[in-house]
Protein backbone atom coordinates (compact mmCIF):
# COMPACT_ATOMS: atom_id res chain seq x y z
CA UNK A 1 0.00 0.00 0.00
CA UNK A 2 1.35 3.26 -0.85
CA UNK A 3 0.10 6.78 0.61
CA UNK A 4 0.00 10.12 -1.31
CA UNK A 5 -0.09 13.34 0.80
CA UNK A 6 -1.05 16.45 -0.89
CA UNK A 7 -0.13 19.68 1.81
CA UNK A 8 -2.80 22.55 1.62
CA UNK A 9 -4.89 24.50 4.16
CA UNK A 10 -8.40 23.38 4.22
CA UNK A 11 -11.22 26.19 3.38
CA UNK A 12 -12.23 28.04 0.78
CA UNK A 13 -10.03 31.18 1.29
CA UNK A 14 -6.91 29.19 0.95
CA UNK A 15 -8.05 27.97 -2.61
CA UNK A 16 -5.74 28.34 -5.16
CA UNK A 17 -2.93 29.83 -2.88
CA UNK A 18 0.83 29.30 -3.40
CA UNK A 19 0.93 27.28 -0.27
CA UNK A 20 -2.20 24.59 -1.80
CA UNK A 21 -0.01 23.72 -4.78
CA UNK A 22 0.12 20.52 -2.88
CA UNK A 23 -3.89 19.93 -2.62
CA UNK A 24 -3.92 21.21 -6.52
CA UNK A 25 -1.61 18.72 -8.09
CA UNK A 26 -3.47 16.07 -5.70
CA UNK A 27 -6.59 17.09 -7.04
CA UNK A 28 -5.43 16.57 -10.62
CA UNK A 29 -4.24 13.37 -9.61
CA UNK A 30 -7.22 12.17 -8.21
CA UNK A 31 -9.24 13.64 -11.33
CA UNK A 32 -6.99 11.84 -13.62
CA UNK A 33 -7.66 8.19 -11.78
CA UNK A 34 -10.80 9.30 -11.46
CA UNK A 35 -11.53 8.87 -7.54
CA UNK A 36 -13.14 11.44 -5.21
CA UNK A 37 -12.25 12.60 -1.64
CA UNK A 38 -15.21 10.87 -0.09
CA UNK A 39 -14.39 10.01 3.16
CA UNK A 40 -13.18 12.12 6.36
CA UNK A 41 -11.23 10.71 8.62
CA UNK A 42 -8.33 11.11 11.18
CA UNK A 43 -8.06 14.41 10.26
CA UNK A 44 -7.80 14.03 6.51
CA UNK A 45 -9.87 14.19 3.30
CA UNK A 46 -9.39 10.63 1.83
CA UNK A 47 -9.66 8.93 -1.64
CA UNK A 48 -8.19 5.50 -2.22
CA UNK A 49 -7.65 3.84 -6.00
CA UNK A 50 -6.11 1.10 -6.94
CA UNK A 51 -3.40 1.17 -9.65
CA UNK A 52 -1.24 -2.05 -10.77
CA UNK A 53 -3.01 -3.96 -8.56
CA UNK A 54 -2.06 -1.74 -5.22
CA UNK A 55 -4.15 0.39 -3.06
CA UNK A 56 -3.07 4.08 -2.75
CA UNK A 57 -4.70 6.18 -0.51
CA UNK A 58 -4.68 9.89 -1.61
CA UNK A 59 -4.60 12.10 1.48
CA UNK A 60 -5.32 15.53 2.22
CA UNK A 61 -4.95 16.60 5.43
CA UNK A 62 -7.45 18.64 7.30
CA UNK A 63 -5.31 20.40 9.90
CA UNK A 64 -3.38 23.19 8.31
CA UNK A 65 -0.37 23.01 6.91
CA UNK A 66 1.42 23.25 10.00
CA UNK A 67 0.06 20.24 11.73
CA UNK A 68 -0.23 18.36 8.85
CA UNK A 69 1.98 15.51 10.67
CA UNK A 70 -1.29 14.84 13.11
CA UNK A 71 -2.89 13.49 10.32
CA UNK A 72 -0.60 11.51 8.49
CA UNK A 73 0.86 9.98 11.48
CA UNK A 74 -2.08 8.23 12.86
CA UNK A 75 -2.76 7.45 9.16
CA UNK A 76 0.48 5.86 8.44
CA UNK A 77 0.05 3.54 11.45
CA UNK A 78 -3.36 3.13 11.11
CA UNK A 79 -2.95 1.52 7.45
CA UNK A 80 0.82 0.04 8.51
CA UNK A 81 2.05 2.35 5.33
CA UNK A 82 6.12 2.12 5.73
CA UNK A 83 7.26 5.89 5.71
CA UNK A 84 9.17 4.79 2.33
CA UNK A 85 6.08 4.24 0.57
CA UNK A 86 4.95 7.35 1.27
CA UNK A 87 5.04 10.49 -0.87
CA UNK A 88 3.95 14.45 0.03
CA UNK A 89 3.45 17.01 -2.45
CA UNK A 90 4.31 20.44 -1.44
CA UNK A 91 5.24 23.73 -1.72
CA UNK A 92 8.34 24.85 -2.56
CA UNK A 93 9.76 28.70 -2.40
CA UNK A 94 13.29 27.85 -3.30
CA UNK A 95 11.88 27.47 -6.72
CA UNK A 96 10.86 28.77 -9.35
CA UNK A 97 7.11 28.92 -10.03
CA UNK A 98 6.16 25.23 -11.93
CA UNK A 99 9.73 23.76 -11.14
CA UNK A 100 9.69 20.49 -10.56
CA UNK A 101 11.78 18.34 -7.50
CA UNK A 102 11.65 14.81 -6.59
CA UNK A 103 13.50 13.63 -3.58
CA UNK A 104 14.03 10.63 -1.35
CA UNK A 105 13.92 12.33 1.75
CA UNK A 106 15.72 14.79 3.68
CA UNK A 107 15.29 17.73 5.99
CA UNK A 108 12.50 19.91 6.59
CA UNK A 109 14.14 23.19 4.77
CA UNK A 110 12.32 25.57 6.73
CA UNK A 111 8.99 23.76 5.48
CA UNK A 112 6.30 23.63 8.53
CA UNK A 113 4.37 21.27 7.05
CA UNK A 114 7.54 18.96 6.55
CA UNK A 115 8.66 19.68 9.96
CA UNK A 116 5.10 18.30 11.40
CA UNK A 117 5.15 15.48 9.11
CA UNK A 118 9.04 14.49 10.41
CA UNK A 119 8.04 14.76 14.25
CA UNK A 120 4.53 12.54 13.38
CA UNK A 121 6.24 9.87 11.50
CA UNK A 122 9.74 9.91 13.58
CA UNK A 123 11.60 9.77 10.36
CA UNK A 124 12.97 11.76 7.43
CA UNK A 125 12.85 9.07 5.04
CA UNK A 126 9.50 9.88 2.80
CA UNK A 127 9.49 10.60 -0.73
CA UNK A 128 9.28 14.58 -1.03
CA UNK A 129 7.71 15.85 -4.66
CA UNK A 130 8.38 19.82 -4.26
CA UNK A 131 6.66 22.05 -6.54
CA UNK A 132 7.93 25.81 -7.02
CA UNK A 133 6.15 28.86 -6.15
CA UNK A 134 8.77 31.08 -6.18
CA UNK A 135 10.14 33.65 -3.54
CA UNK A 136 8.44 37.19 -2.33
CA UNK A 137 10.66 40.06 -3.85
CA UNK A 138 8.95 43.03 -1.53
CA UNK A 139 6.44 40.83 0.20
CA UNK A 140 6.30 38.77 4.03
CA UNK A 141 6.75 35.28 3.10
CA UNK A 142 3.45 34.38 4.88
CA UNK A 143 1.68 37.00 2.57
CA UNK A 144 3.35 35.26 -0.58
CA UNK A 145 2.72 31.44 0.32
CA UNK A 146 -1.52 32.53 0.75
CA UNK A 147 -1.65 34.78 -2.29
CA UNK A 148 -2.78 33.52 -5.31
CA UNK A 149 -1.11 32.68 -8.87
CA UNK A 150 -1.33 34.58 -11.79
CA UNK A 151 -2.58 33.38 -14.42
CA UNK A 152 0.10 33.09 -16.38
CA UNK A 153 1.88 31.17 -13.08
CA UNK A 154 -1.19 29.45 -12.63
CA UNK A 155 -0.76 27.87 -16.59
CA UNK A 156 2.27 27.07 -15.41
CA UNK A 157 1.43 24.93 -12.51
CA UNK A 158 -1.37 23.41 -14.03
CA UNK A 159 1.70 21.87 -17.00
CA UNK A 160 3.25 21.16 -13.62
CA UNK A 161 0.79 18.79 -12.27
CA UNK A 162 0.48 16.73 -14.99
CA UNK A 163 4.23 16.20 -14.42
CA UNK A 164 3.29 15.08 -11.00
CA UNK A 165 0.48 12.89 -11.99
CA UNK A 166 2.75 11.59 -14.59
CA UNK A 167 5.51 10.87 -12.44
CA UNK A 168 3.77 9.45 -9.41
CA UNK A 169 2.39 6.81 -11.92
CA UNK A 170 5.82 6.25 -12.96
CA UNK A 171 6.36 5.43 -9.01
CA UNK A 172 3.82 3.42 -8.58
CA UNK A 173 4.42 1.06 -11.86
CA UNK A 174 8.25 0.89 -11.59
CA UNK A 175 8.22 1.17 -7.32
CA UNK A 176 11.74 2.90 -7.74
CA UNK A 177 11.54 6.47 -6.86
CA UNK A 178 15.64 7.18 -8.06
CA UNK A 179 14.48 6.20 -11.85
CA UNK A 180 11.54 8.62 -11.12
CA UNK A 181 13.66 11.15 -9.48
CA UNK A 182 16.53 10.84 -12.64
CA UNK A 183 13.34 10.55 -15.45
CA UNK A 184 11.31 13.92 -13.87
CA UNK A 185 13.70 16.14 -12.20
CA UNK A 186 13.26 19.04 -13.95
CA UNK A 187 16.86 20.15 -15.33
Known sequence: MK????????????????????????????KEH???????????????????GEKVLLVKPTTYMNESGRAVGPL?????IASEDIAV??????????KLRLRQK??????????????HLRTQEFKRVR??????QKMAVVDWV??????????????????????LDYWLASDDFM????KYNHK
Open 106 to 119: GSAGGHNGIKSLIH
Open 76 to 80: ATYYN
Open 146 to 167: LSKFTAEQRQTIDVTANEVVAA
Open 131 to 136: VGIGHP
Open 3 to 30: MIVGLGNIGRKYDETRHNVGFMVLDQFA
Open 34 to 52: QVSFDKEDFNALIASVFIN
Open 89 to 98: IHDDMDLEVG
Open 179 to 182: KTMN
